[in-house]
């Protein structure tokens, strides 16, 4: 019996289900495709995805990010004013002045704020059982990243609600619900407004500090961020927040809950944490997928991809990949590092079909932290025959790559020497999924 030709399609129910089984046959059969459907190409294998998201010549990012954004016209895009939609040098002057908040030092006296924050939610839940979303992963990390940016309290949590409407997507549909577009026009409102209101009353945050920030344009004059700029940083970074650490710790909880032996490596030895959680990043990041957009013709195993294609490249089958990570299908937190140091790519949201656990951190501030407190017994993983006990995870039983998971969103980690930056050489940048 001969199998019949195959087909990525990323809107699928094959896709959400369990898209690993897929990716082995499409890094096998068809490493460079084209779907006619949504007219599209894709890459898969690692050295590949490694290779792509290096050439942003080649690759661009100014199109969009995701395949709703990379259809529509890219005058559109650009009224956007999202720094994950920028090419270098713009989008290397505008992340210059983000980077300026998450310096090492920056990021080291969150650290206070970012404990109080997860402890807080821990103490909080139920000790007979509790949902590691809904109650703990979700509402933790927007709290953390709305209050570096000055959102008032009662505000916080609406930003992850807007964006689970924003993400979500019908099977089938690349474009946002009705739904999902009336909460991004409310979330760029909202910032809109904050920004105005910062502007008069200005305080100890992100919002009020890139105010006075300068960029240069590149023609030599340094000027000020408009009230667009600034909503739209703070619009992004707001939905990042609300986003990749929730994905993150939950993909954690299922993992561990699946297997004990790793989780117990964590109690013995929190010196492995961080080793943990790259591993989580690899086995399932919460960016499954990047998009870009072809401006000229590329060879990628003989086939060439074209110029002025939408173009995704899937990180979740090159973390996968048999041709360069040993024994891949394996969940292994002591997985020694690939050959030359770790390639993050940082990238924007892409839509899935509803909200589920999945993510990655900024040098795990929040994500460490988050294993740290839950290993030291303020939380603590459920026992039982598949990982779950009283209300974990309602109504998202995991199974498989991404039941209960989404492939929507940001950073993710390839290792390995083929995919180190030399200085200056591209763009580190966009999305996540994007």
């Keep these: ?79 956007l004013q999202s720094i994950i939609m920028l090419d270098p040098p713009e989008h290397d002057r505008l992340r210059a002045l983000v980077s300026r908040a ?59 609600h807007w964006l689970d409407l924003m993400l979500h997507r019908e099977p089938g549909e690349i474009d946002p619900t009705p739904e999902g577009m009336g909460a991004a026009i409310e979330a760029v409102a909202y910032f809109l407004e904050l920004v105005a209101d910062k502007r008069r009353h200005p305080g100890d945050d992100m919002i009020s500090r890139l105010m006075e920030a300068e960029v240069d344009r590149g023609d030599g004059d340094l000027t000020r961020l408009d009230d667009g700029e600034i909503a739209g940083f703070a619009t992004l970074l707001g939905g990042a927040g609300a986003e990749t650490v929730t994905k993150l710790v939950g993909n954690a909880v ?21 080793g943990a959680v790259e591993e989580i990043l ?7 997928y990047q998009g870009r957009f072809s401006v000229r013709d590329s060879d990628y195993g003989g086939v060439t991809v074209p110029a002025g294609h ?8 090159a973390n996968r990949d048999e041709r360069f990570h040993d024994r891949p299908d394996r969940f292994d937190i002591d997985r020694p590092p690939g050959p030359g140091p770790r390639l ?42 598949h990982g779950q006990r009283g209300r974990l995870f309602e109504g998202a039983a995991p199974a498989g790559g991404l039941t209960g ?23 580190v940048g966009g999305r996540e999924g994007s």
């Design 282 to 288: 690899r086995f399932w990041p919460p960016s499954q």
């Design 1 to 79: 019996m001969v199998n019949p030709p195959v087909e990525f399609d990323p809107f699928s129910d094959e896709y959400f289900d369990d898209p690993y089984d897929l990716y082995r046959r499409m890094r096998d059969e068809a490493p460079v495709s084209f779907n006619e459907r949504y007219g599209f190409w894709a890459l898969f294998r690692y050295q590949d995805v490694c290779r792509a998201h290096k050439e942003w010549q080649s690759f661009s990012s100014s199109h969009g990010v995701d395949l709703s954004t990379l259809s529509k016209p890219p005058e559109r895009i650009r009224r």
């Design 310 to 317: 939408p173009t995704i490249l899937v990180t979740g089958s």
């Design 254 to 274: 299922v993992l561990f809950a699946r297997n004990p032996d790793e989780w117990r490596k964590v109690l013995d030895d929190p010196g492995r944490i961080g």
């Design 102 to 160: 998450f310096t090492p030092r920056a990021v080291s006296g969150l650290e206070p704020m970012v404990t109080e924050v997860i402890v807080g939610f821990l103490d909080a839940v139920d000790d007979d059982g509790f949902d590691a979303v809904a109650d703990f992963s979700g509402p933790f990390p927007v709290e953390i990243i709305s209050r570096m940016l000055g959102v008032p309290e009662p505000d916080r949590q609406q930003i992850r």
């Design 405 to 427: 998971l989404d492939p929507r969103s940001r950073p993710v980690g390839l290792t390995g020497e083929s995919c180190q930056l030399a200085p200056g050489e591209g763009w």
């Design 344 to 385: 993050r790519l940082r990238h924007p949201q892409l839509p899935g079909r509803r909200p589920r656990p999945d993510g990655e951190p900024h040098r795990h501030r929040r994500a460490g932290p988050s294993v740290a407190q839950v290993r030291g017994g303020r939380g603590r993983l459920p026992a039982g025959p």
